[in-house]
């Protein structure tokens, strides 16, 4: 049995992984975190866990969920690294200040860290390096990301990591367009034009449960792994 904590708890994605978690019975809900001041505070959420600001309540887990800000994930992931606990880290919008904190950490505990959790998404990563290792280099490579208006930062994060493997295989990026509209889950889409061609990757989120489902399936799997830290790559056996 997996003991798990969640940060971020009453937020969307929160919510999703607390009810997926709750119908599985290899997982149990020991502590539910938000922000100090949040109108929820103290009141039973599930499974007789009340909502709390304590971070000290992280010592009661094997494994930390983190969808919260920054901030607050920085902060966690501090006192998770000093008790050893093993931690998934889904939180967007993170500085490269707030990712070396993360890297640091990994060399106390075991910490899986990725843009996007979604299995589907972390396949589309994986089909992204195997074209980018055999097209030429005579394509225009534009990405389009869309999301909900809720969403603060842009381009997304995936949207980030989807350039990244195209820079790294010594192609350009010609343009990154991001679009927030109404309740989007989340679409992302490559086009690489030629002059004889077009080639189209795309990925569309139909619910936050692919995001809180894959959280789990990483919670899982980091629970008896040593220190270090981990990609969604490593959890799905892509980088094999």
């Known amino acids: 049995m997996i003991k798990l904590a969640i940060s971020g708890a009453r937020g969307k994605m929160g919510k999703r992984i607390i009810a997926l978690a709750q119908e599985d019975n290899n997982i149990?809900?020991?502590?539910?975190?938000?922000?100090?001041?949040?109108?929820?505070?103290?009141?039973v959420i599930?499974?007789?866990?009340?909502?709390?600001?304590?971070?000290?309540?992280?010592?009661?887990?094997?494994?930390l969920i983190e969808f919260s800000s920054p901030s607050a994930t920085v902060s966690h992931l501090d006192v998770a690294a000093k008790?050893?606990?093993?931690?998934?880290?889904?939180?967007?919008?993170?500085?490269?200040?707030?990712?070396?904190?993360?890297?640091?950490?990994?060399?106390?505990?075991?910490i899986v860290f990725s843009p996007n959790m979604s299995v589907g998404v972390n396949i589309l990563f994986d089909l992204l390096k195997?074209?980018?290792?055999?097209?030429?280099?005579?394509?225009?490579?534009?990405?389009?990301?869309?999301?909900h208006v809720h969403k603060k930062d842009a381009p997304s994060g995936t949207a980030k990591e989807l350039a990244?493997?195209?820079?790294?295989?010594?192609?350009?990026?010609?343009?990154?367009?991001?679009?927030?509209?109404?309740?989007?889950?989340?679409?992302?889409?490559?086009?690489l034009s030629s002059d004889v061609d077009t080639l189209t990757l795309t990925h569309s989120a139909k619910?936050?449960?692919?995001?809180?489902?894959?959280?789990?399936?990483?919670?899982k799997w980091i629970v008896n792994k040593e220190n270090g830290l981990y990609g969604m790559d490593n959890v799905l056996e892509l980088d094999k």
Not at 30 to 40: C, F
Not at 49 to 58: K, M, Q, T
Request: some cysteine; glycine content about 10%; hydrophobic content about 35%.
């Open 164 to 191: 990244r493997i195209i820079e790294d295989s010594g192609k350009k990026v010609s343009n990154i367009e991001s679009i927030r509209e109404d309740e989007i889950v989340g679409d992302h889409k490559i086009v």
């Open 130 to 147: 195997r074209v980018m290792n055999k097209i030429s280099n005579g394509y225009n490579i534009d990405i389009t990301e869309a999301h």
């Open 83 to 110: 008790l050893g606990k093993k931690v998934i880290v889904g939180t967007t919008g993170l500085s490269k200040d707030d990712t070396t904190k993360i890297i640091q950490a990994s060399k106390k505990t075991a």
């Open 46 to 63: 599930c499974d007789g866990v009340n909502l709390s600001s304590n971070e000290a309540d992280i010592k009661n887990c094997d494994v």
């Open 28 to 43: 149990e809900i020991v502590s539910i975190l938000e922000y100090d001041g949040h109108p929820e505070i103290g009141e």
């Open 207 to 219: 619910t936050r449960d692919i995001f809180a489902g894959g959280a789990l399936v990483a919670a």
